[in-house]
Nanobody, 124 residues
């Protein structure tokens, strides 16, 4: 069983930045592909970014490409999402997810574990 705990959400003005963190339990963190997803009110949960177990491969949704950066520190069992140039449409609950034994995590059905989510609100 893997537990994921997100932190770092908050309220920020448009154009600002936030860094989300997701701490994972377990001793095999480097075997998990990790992903960030988000869900706005009244909308389905959507893919944001994913990173391979080694950190050598990343992939982003078009809506965040060039503004968000996913990274991980396997020594700390933590994955990060650096969010720059934030827009009001980035407002959502952001979720961390893990997939065991694969190099990427691209949709909600592929996730084996979820965090509880952290709220990000971008004001205009």
């Amino acid at each position: 069983q893997v537990q994921l705990v997100e932190s770092g959400g908050g309220l920020v003005q448009a154009g600002g930045s936030l860094r989300l963190s997701c701490a994972a339990s377990g001793r095999t963190f480097s075997r998990y592909a990790m992903g960030w997803f988000r869900q706005a009110p009244g909308k389905e949960r959507e893919f944001v970014a994913t990173i391979s177990g080694s950190g050598g491969s990343t992939y982003y949704a078009d809506s965040v490409k060039g503004r968000f950066t996913i990274s991980r520190d396997n020594a700390k069992n933590t994955v990060y999402l650096q969010m720059n140039s934030l827009k009001p449409e980035d407002t959502a609950v952001y979720y961390c997810a893990a997939r065991v034994g694969y190099s990427g995590l691209y949709n909600v059905r592929e996730s084996d574990y979820w965090g509880q989510g952290t709220q990000v609100t971008v004001s205009s």
